[in-house]
C-alpha cells in the first residue's frame, strides 16, 4: 500500500474559524495602482462609508511639492471647480487641487466563499469577508466645473427672456393617470438604474476615523483576525469528501439571482413555435402591428396551413388595403387606459377603428381631421397613426404598407366577408360620433380599379397642374375671339354713317368678364389656394388687359400688400401667399383680384411696394421648401424703428438663428449704449420668433 501512495500527508494544519470581525472585515482592491505602490504612506483626510450598500469614499491628500506635479493644472482645476469666490464649500480651500476622492465599487455580490487568512505558529485563522471594493480615482469635480460654466453661461444670457418669451414658453400640460403596476413592470423598475440612484441617495453616509498600517489601533484589531478560542477539542470530519467539497465551494446561483426578468412580449422565434397557432399568431400581430399576409406565413413554420392561418387572423385583426391590422381591443384592452390622456380604453378602441376605417376608403389621413371627430387628444392620435402610417411632409399620413392586390384576387370571400364587418363597424361609428352617412358613404369603384384609385398628394398636383395649363388655352382662346368680334363690329359701324359707333372700353367695376372656358368653369379654376402654380400663361394674359383693368388690380394689390406688411413686418412667401387667399375669401364675388395673381406678378408687386427679400443662409440641407426659404419684409415704415430693424434684418442675412445677445452687441455698436431693453424686446417681438434659446425671422423656424 506504502508503494501506491502517490500523494503522501507531508504536514497537517490546524484550521480554526475566526468570527470576531467576520460582520466588519472588508478587502480593498485599487485595480488602477502598481501593487508595489501602495496608499499606506499617504495622508489619509477622511473616510465615510454606506454600510446597507457597501459604498466607501476615501479622501487622500496630493503631495504638492512633489517634482511631479504640475502646479499650474492644479490651480486651473480649483479655478474651474470652485471659481474666483472662496467659501466654506469650496472643494479646494488652497485654491490648489490637493486632494483626491476614491469612490468603491462591489467586485462581487456574493462573498459568503472568500475569507481573510491568517497563518501563525503552524494554525490558519480564517475570517469571512463582509464585502471586496475596488477604489478608483473619482472626478465628480469635474461635474462641478461643468455646472459652473453652465452657471456662467447663463449669466451671460441673463435678460434673454423677457415677458413675450414667457408666454411663449407656455406649454398645454396633459395629466395622465398611472395604471396599477403588474410584478414584472415592479421588477424591472427596482432594477433600472434611476431606482438604483434613488436609493443610493436615500441612504445617509457614516463617516469613519481612518487609522494607519503602523497605528497600534491597526495592531490591537488585527488580534481579532485569529480565533480567540483555540482550546476547544477537536471534533472528527463526519462529511463525505464531495460533501464536504460542495461545503467548501458551493455552486454559484449569483447569476441566477441577478439575471433581470425580461420583458413578458420578448420571445425567441424557437419558444414562439412552442405555443399554439392562435397565440403565435397574435403576439405577431399584436407586436408588428401591420403585416401583409404572405410576410406572416413566412414566419410560420415549415407546413402550416394557410386556411388554419386565415382563420386565426381573422380574430385578431381586421383587413385594411388588403394588409391585415391589429384589432384595437387587442392593443387597447379592456380596464386599461391611456398613458398620454387617460381616457378608457373602449374610446380609445372607437378613435383607432375611425382612423382604420378611414384607411380602408384612401391611401392618406390627416391627422387634425381625425382629432376634430374622435375629440381624442394629438398624442393618442398620433398613437394610432403610428401604429399604421407614415407621416408625409405637406400630406398628411399615408398608410404603411402598398396595396396588396395579390391578396385580394386569391382570397375573395375574406375580402367579402371583412367588407361586411366594416360595414358593421361603419354604422357604429356614425352613431358615435355623429357623422353624416354622405360623409362614411365610400367611393364608388370595382375591384379592378381599387388600387389605381388610391392616388398620392403630389399625383393630385400634377393633376391639378394639367388641368391649369388647359384651363389658360381656353380663356386666351376666348379673349382672342372676343377681340375679333370686337374689331368686326368696328368695321361695320364705320360702313354704316347712321348706325350708332360701337367701340371697344375698358369693364366697368360692376361688370364681370365673360365666363369663356368650354367645360363652364370660370378663370379661377386655374388657382391653386387663390395663388397660380404657373405664373407663365397669366402673365401673358396680363398684358392683354383691357384699358385700365390691370392699374386697378395692382392698386389693390398694393394695398394689400402694405396693409399686411405692416401688420406682420416679416412674412415667408408660402406665408403671405396663405394671407392672400384669406383675403380674397373675404371679397366679394367678381373682384379684381379674383382675375389671378401669379407667384411671379406677386414678388413683382412687392418690391415695387418698397419690400426686400432677405436671403437667410439655411442649412444645405433644410428640409423647409423652396417658398418657405424666400422672406421678405417692408425695409421702411416711416418710424423711428426704421435703422434698427435694419440692422436686424442685416443679421439675419449672415445666420438664419442668432442669440439675443448678440443682437443686443450689435445694436449697441450702431446706436450707443443708450439702448432700450424695451427697444429691443419690441424688434424681436415684431420681427423675430423664440425657439430653444435662440431667435429665427418670423416664418423660418423649423419645427
Not at 169 to 180: G, L
Not at 511 to 526: H, L, V
Not at 560 to 575: G, N, P, R
Request: glycine share 4%; with cysteine; hydrophobic share 35%.
Amino acid at each position: 500500500m506504502a508503494e501506491e501512495e502517490d500523494d503522501p500527508i507531508v504536514q497537517e494544519i490546524d484550521v480554526y474559524l475566526a468570527k470576531s470581525l467576520a460582520e466588519k472585515l472588508f478587502l480593498f482592491q485599487y485595480p488602477v495602482r502598481p501593487a508595489a505602490m501602495t496608499y499606506n504612506d499617504m495622508t489619509h483626510l477622511s473616510a465615510k462609508i454606506k454600510p446597507k450598500q457597501q459604498k466607501v469614499e476615501l479622501e487622500m491628500a496630493i503631495d504638492t511639492v512633489s517634482p511631479n506635479y504640475c502646479r499650474s493644472k492644479g490651480e486651473q482645476i480649483a479655478l474651474n471647480v470652485d471659481g474666483t469666490c472662496g467659501d466654506e464649500s469650496s472643494t479646494y480651500t488652497s485654491k490648489l487641487m490637493d486632494k483626491q476622492t476614491f469612490s468603491s465599487i462591489q467586485a462581487a455580490s456574493n462573498t459568503a466563499r472568500y475569507a481573510a487568512a491568517v497563518y501563525r505558529k503552524g494554525e490558519l485563522h480564517l475570517t469571512p469577508l463582509r464585502g471586496i471594493l475596488q477604489l478608483r480615482p473619482s472626478f465628480t469635480y469635474l461635474d462641478k466645473a461643468d455646472a459652473k460654466h453652465r452657471e456662467r453661461e447663463a449669466a451671460n444670457e441673463a435678460g434673454d427672456s423677457s415677458q413675450d418669451e414667457a408666454e411663449e414658453d407656455v406649454k398645454q400640460i396633459t395629466v395622465r393617470f398611472s395604471r396599477p403596476e403588474s410584478e414584472q413592470a415592479r421588477q424591472r423598475r427596482v432594477q433600472s438604474y434611476e431606482f438604483l440612484q434613488k436609493k443610493q441617495a436615500e441612504e445617509h453616509w457614516v463617516n469613519l476615523h481612518y487609522y494607519s498600517v503602523k497605528d497600534s489601533r491597526s495592531e490591537h484589531e488585527r488580534q481579532y483576525l485569529q480565533c480567540q478560542a483555540t482550546g476547544m477539542e477537536n471534533t472528527e470530519l463526519i462529511k463525505s469528501p464531495s460533501d464536504y467539497l460542495t461545503m467548501l465551494m458551493p455552486p454559484s446561483t449569483e447569476e441566477e439571482i441577478d439575471k433581470p426578468v425580461a420583458p413578458s412580449n420578448v420571445l425567441s422565434m424557437a419558444q414562439l413555435r412552442t405555443l399554439p397557432l392562435a397565440d403565435q399568431i397574435k403576439i405577431l400581430i399584436k407586436n408588428v402591428k401591420v403585416m401583409p399576409f404572405a410576410n406572416l406565413m413566412g414566419l410560420m413554420a415549415t407546413g402550416t396551413d394557410s386556411t388554419a392561418v386565415l382563420r386565426c387572423i381573422q380574430q385578431v385583426a381586421m383587413l385594411v388595403q388588403g394588409n391585415w391590422v391589429v384589432k384595437s381591443d387587442i392593443i387597447y384592452p379592456k380596464d386599461t387606459t391611456s398613458p398620454h390622456s387617460g381616457v378608457a380604453a373602449e374610446v380609445l378602441c372607437r378613435g383607432r377603428d375611425y382612423v382604420m376605417w378611414k384607411f380602408t376608403q384612401g391611401r392618406w389621413v390627416v391627422r387634425k381631421e381625425v382629432a376634430d371627430v374622435t375629440k381624442l387628444c394629438q398624442e393618442d392620435v398620433k398613437e394610432f397613426l403610428d401604429h399604421m402610417a407614415v407621416v408625409r411632409i405637406n400630406q398628411g399620413w399615408e398608410f404603411l404598407l402598398p396595396y396588396d392586390e395579390d391578396f385580394v384576387k386569391k382570397h375573395p370571400d375574406v375580402v367579402q366577408r371583412q367588407q361586411m364587418l366594416w360595414m358593421g363597424i361603419q354604422t357604429k361609428l356614425e352613431k358615435v360620433f355623429n357623422l353624416a352617412k354622405e360623409d362614411m358613404m365610400p367611393k364608388k369603384q370595382d375591384a379592378e380599379s381599387a388600387p389605381s384609385l388610391i392616388i398620392s398628394g403630389v399625383q393630385r398636383i400634377n393633376t391639378a397642374r394639367a388641368k391649369l395649363n388647359e384651363n389658360y388655352v381656353q380663356v386666351e382662346r376666348g379673349l382672342q375671339s372676343k377681340k375679333d368680334l370686337s374689331k368686326t363690329s368696328t368695321a361695320w359701324s364705320n360702313a354704316d354713317t347712321s348706325s350708332v359707333m360701337v367701340k371697344e372700353e375698358p369693364l366697368s367695376e360692376d361688370e364681370e368678364p365673360m365666363d369663356t372656358s368650354a367645360a363652364g368653369d370660370s378663370m379661377n379654376n386655374g388657382l391653386v389656394n387663390g395663388v397660380h402654380l404657373d405664373g407663365g400663361s397669366r402673365d401673358s394674359l396680363k398684358g392683354r388687359s383691357i384699358g385700365g383693368h390691370t392699374d386697378v388690380v395692382s392698386q389693390e394689390l398694393k394695398e394689400f400688400l402694405i396693409t399686411t406688411f405692416k401688420k406682420h413686418c416679416v412674412l415667408s412667401l408660402s406665408e403671405l401667399k396663405r394671407f392672400f387667399n384669406l383675403h380674397l375669401a373675404s371679397l366679394p364675388p367678381g373682384d379684381k383680384l379674383f382675375s389671378g395673381i401669379s407667384d411671379k406678378r406677386l414678388q413683382e408687386t412687392l418690391l415695387d411696394t418698397g419690400c426686400k427679400q432677405i436671403l437667410v443662409p439655411f442649412p444645405p440641407h433644410c428640409a423647409a421648401a423652396p417658398d418657405e426659404q424666400k422672406v421678405f419684409a417692408l425695409w421702411e415704415f416711416g418710424d423711428v424703428y426704421d435703422q434698427h430693424r435694419q440692422v436686424l434684418f442685416g443679421l439675419f442675412s449672415k445666420n438664419y438663428r442668432i442669440r439675443r445677445n448678440v443682437i443686443q452687441a450689435r445694436l449697441t455698436q450702431e446706436f450707443g449704449d443708450d439702448l432700450s431693453k424695451q427697444l429691443v424686446d419690441k424688434l424681436l417681438k415684431d420681427c423675430c420668433a423664440s425657439h430653444g434659446g435662440m431667435w429665427y425671422l418670423k416664418g423660418t423656424v423649423q419645427s
